[in-house]
């Protein structure tokens, strides 16, 4: 068999080197920001990473969610054939060096191992011409919203066709010339470009001519890829497993502790406080938009995305590239992110509802980033939308952010049977009614009818009254999480003096706190959002529903009780379970449901900019044609009872899961023996 002369192998040698310097440079710089920026730990749990690494790296699970299943398989295709053409390519270069007939160990033809590599090599180009097919008609035929025309995208895609069609060039050249031609059953792709070869009626000299041709093609382009890489979108190639790797293991983000006391600075103000993770989230972003297409700003018009805040953020780390490199005591010459690279409305916008972190398939965070920036404008430049100086102050003073006055709390409960801690001290659940059960007119009535609930069931609950305060929730995603503290302290030290083990709220946001963040403090408790109480009590026939319900009801998932702590069914269960309700869904449901625009401290600012995020929701609703949206939530409520209104929709109502089961309950109530022995005790 003929054998490249040595000139060959120099050259190619030269070129690797020179390619591979160039890279190696390109990486350096790369790597140089992760190395100069905060340390965060990513690496506990390598057990779990890898078992997630291989399901949604190597699976490629999240990419095929059914919304966009036919861009995930494409996708899928492309991915299947890097992974298995890697040692195709190494077999190639070693031809340069080892002669035509080269290949690695076990993978020539003449094993059974080579053969089935050889299957599986030209099955995998056949699947990445298909994938590049997809996305080319996708980008330019179809055009979806989500996807931005890019050239460098178009340019990608080609370069990934180019080297599938050399790869065919070169293989079927090889066989013509050196195999007489001779294809078998692991030779498909051969047998195409033979095909074709035969058909033009090219000779096999002439063939193998084309055939190195390609092969030169193929080696220069693989090397010109690698180079390209670091320098766009296609980054992800690189550090897309590394971040799927070192994604956050908790189903939620949970702020991180901030240590007020000792800390020197708050939040993020510049580059360098972003912590590493952070860059390597930027430098993964396909660009792909998936997390544009149910968030709530961006669809309605607000200036965040979470693409367009990815890619300022790593074009910025580019540029201070040499300053964040000269180390901390240059870090004065650093721009502030806010507002130099982001505007403050873009931080101001996110309603923090989970979709995009959910959404996007390299796990890419966005809370982390808007809630450290947020810190850093609250805590040390005291730049935050004015609406929120009345909210913060109401948390401070009274425990709760209307202000209202906290000997108030409990008035709601009234006449209505519900025990307080020092009349109940034998609870077994503590009620944690939360600011708007105990103060919002509306939600009052919610707070009514989950006590005449939960007085049917004859559950042993009891509430604490005024020693109730806010959770904080609002304040710490307002980025206050001096604030968040004072009042998370100040429920712990409550509920240690009244024994609380178990709890449950109204509110998901109330619910959220509790559970996945009064942890960071020392506060451990098992905690229920009431509709989760409510199916349970529903499944062990506590409560009889008689009343019918006829209607046509949808449900509205709530950010905090769905995305953020994966609870779809319970309140659809409860729904279910009252006689004559009929529950028809809206298209966005479950994870990929709506915001309501309250979340994140948006409840308490201004909507200015856009169009209104509840509005976009209420309308979806009224669509479905029911006359009832259930909903669960305090500021889900507010929001679309306030959307229905500016819309001037009539004979559709906004009602707590709770208030549709209450309406439905059959009586006398049944009284819990453990609780009626204390009260009368
Ligand atoms: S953040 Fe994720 S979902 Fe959004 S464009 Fe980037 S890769 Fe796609
Ligand atoms: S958390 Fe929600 S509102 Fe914020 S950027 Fe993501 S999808 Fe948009």
Known sequence: MEAPINLTAVFMLCLIVLALGIFGMTMSSRIQILRRLAAEDRFEDAGERLKRLLRFGLGQKRLVDPEEFKPGLAHVLIFAAFMVLALRTI??????????????????????????????????????????????????????????????????????????????????????????????????????????????????ETAWVVGRVAWWTHLVQVLVFLNFLPLGKHFHVITGLPNVYFQRLEPQYRPSKMDLENSETFGVQKADELT??????????????????????????????????????????????????????????????????????????????????????????????????????????????????RVFRGMET????????????????????????????????????????????????????????????????????????????????????YLFQILAQQNIETFKEYNVKKIFTQCPHCFNALKNEYPQFGGNYEVLHHTQLIETLLKDKRIQLDEAFQELVTYHDACYLGRHNQEYEAPRKALQSVPGLQLVEMGRNRRQSFCCGAGGGRMWMEETIGTRINQNRVQEAVATGAKTIAANCPFCITMLRDGLNELGVEGVEVKDVAEIVAASIKLPVVRDEPRQAAEEA
């Open 91 to 204: 077999t190639l270069f070693g031809m340069a060096f080892g002669g035509w007939d080269f290949h690695l160990p076990l993978l020539g033809a003449n094993s059974a191992t080579g053969r089935v590599y050889l299957l599986l090599k030209d099955l995998v180009v056949f699947g990445a011409l298909i994938g590049v097919g997809y996305f080319l008609y996708l980008r330019l035929v179809v055009k979806p919203e989500r996807m931005t025309y890019s050239g460098e995208a178009i340019f990608i895609l080609a370069m990934i066709a180019g080297l599938m069609i050399t790869e065919i060039l070169f293989d079927s050249a090889h066989i013509y010339r050196f195999e007489d031609g001779q294809t078998s059953w692991y030779t498909p792709a051969g047998a195409v470009g033979l095909a074709l070869y035969r058909a033009l009626g090219i000779s096999p």
């Open 276 to 389: 590493w993770k952070m860059a390597l989230d930027v430098f993964s972003c396909t660009e792909c938009g998936r997390c544009q297409t149910h968030c709530p700003t961006y669809v309605t018009g607000k200036p965040l995305a979470h693409k367009a805040l990815n890619m300022a953020i790593k074009q910025h780390l580019l540029e201070q590239v040499d300053v964040l490199a000269k180390g901390p005591e240059h870090r004065e010459e650093l721009p502030d992110l806010v507002p130099t690279v982001i505007e403050p409305e873009t931080i101001w916008a996110c309603t923090t509802c989970g979709w995009c972190e959910t959404a996007c398939p390299v796990f890419i965070e966005n809370l982390p980033r808007i809630v450290e920036m947020r810190r850093h404008q609250v805590l040390v430049q005291s730049e935050f939308p004015q609406e929120a100086t």
């Open 398 to 481: 009274q425990g709760n952010p209307w202000g209202l006055g906290a000997s108030s709390r409990a008035d709601w409960a009234e006449g209505h049977d519900v025990p307080t801690v020092d009349e109940n001290p034998e609870f077994e659940y503590l009620w944690f009614v939360g600011c708007a059960g105990a103060y919002d007119e509306r939600q009052k009535k919610v707070s009514q009818a989950l006590a005449r609930v939960l007085n049917a069931a004859g559950v042993n609950y009891a509430i604490l009254g005024k020693k109730e305060t806010c959770t904080g929730d609002s304040a710490r995603r307002m980025g206050n999480e």
